[in-house]
Antibody, heavy 123, light 113 residues
Framework: QLRLQESGPGLVKPSETLSLTCTVS??????????WGWVRQPPGKGLEWIAS???????FYNPSLKSRVTVSVDTSKNQFSLKLTSVTAADTAIYYC???????????????WGQGILVTVSS | QSALTQPPAASGSSGQSVTISCIGT?????????VSWYQQHPGKAPQLILY??????SGLRDRLSRFTGSKSGNTASLTVHGLQAEDEADYYC??????????FGGGTKLTVL
């Protein structure tokens, strides 16, 4: 049973960098060709795809966030990570890590989700 | 890329059917058969309920048999048949938007009367 768990600071100051990690259990990041993704949801608002990465470090980014986002993968820890620079209050959101069931490459839907982590941007 | 357009709210009585629309453009919904729908209960993560317009995720086909999807032009639709109290939730559509990107709709709050 695949499980995803987000972790990281719940509070980040404006202009600083948001850093989150997703720990994967029940599957090995390095043994599959799945893409692993990040999706966020501002409180009371809709979903927004941020980026996706696979174990070969092939990455795809939301064009509206691309200049501020970096995703990475650590196969030794079975984790993948998100960094979002120069954050503002508009980046306050629940951040989810997620993965599609499809393993043939990047895929535009997500079957598996973490529980989410609320990150607040405030001084 | 602009978010897909969904009605903010929808409602129906128990046992009835309700349809939620998702309006995009020829660059997303209209251009590809990669529309997905998610159900999200309060305080929970979204759950995939349909993908590729009308396909049910494996392992959930029995539980999700009352959900159907369709697409016509730039508009995708989700229909919930035989509404039940447990269907009360937020529903989000998404679509492939080219260039290995995906966009979501703003969400629809479904109320079961």
């Amino acid at each position: 049973q695949l499980r995803l768990q987000e972790s990281g600071p719940g509070l980040v100051k404006p202009s600083e960098t948001l850093s989150l990690t997703c720990t994967v259990s029940g599957a090995s990041i390095s043994s599959t060709s799945h893409f692993w993704g990040w999706v966020r949801q501002p409180p009371g608002k809709g979903l927004e795809w941020i980026a996706s990465i696979n174990s070969s470090w092939s990455t795809f980014y939301n064009p509206s966030l691309k200049s501020r986002v970096t995703v990475s993968v650590d196969t030794s820890k079975n984790q993948f990570s998100l960094k979002l620079t120069s954050v503002t209050a508009a980046d306050t959101a629940i951040y989810y890590c997620a993965r599609p069931d499809y393993s043939g490459g990047w895929y535009p839907s997500f079957d598996y989700w973490g529980q989410g982590i609320l990150v607040t941007v405030s001084s | 890329q602009s978010a897909l357009t969904q009605p903010p709210a929808a409602s129906g009585s128990s046992g009835q059917s309700v349809t939620i629309s998702c309006i995009g453009t020829s660059s997303d919904v209209g251009g590809y058969n990669f529309v997905s729908w998610y159900q999200q209960h309060p305080g929970k993560a979204p759950q995939l309920i349909l993908y590729e317009v009308d396909k049910l995720p494996s392992g959930l086909r029995d539980r999700l048999s009352r959900f159907t999807g369709s697409k016509s032009g730039n508009t995708a639709s989700l229909t919930v048949h035989g509404l039940q109290a447990e269907d009360e939730a937020d529903y989000y559509c998404s679509s492939y938007a080219g260039g290995n990107t995906v966009i979501f709709g703003g969400g629809t709050k479904l109320t079961v009367l």
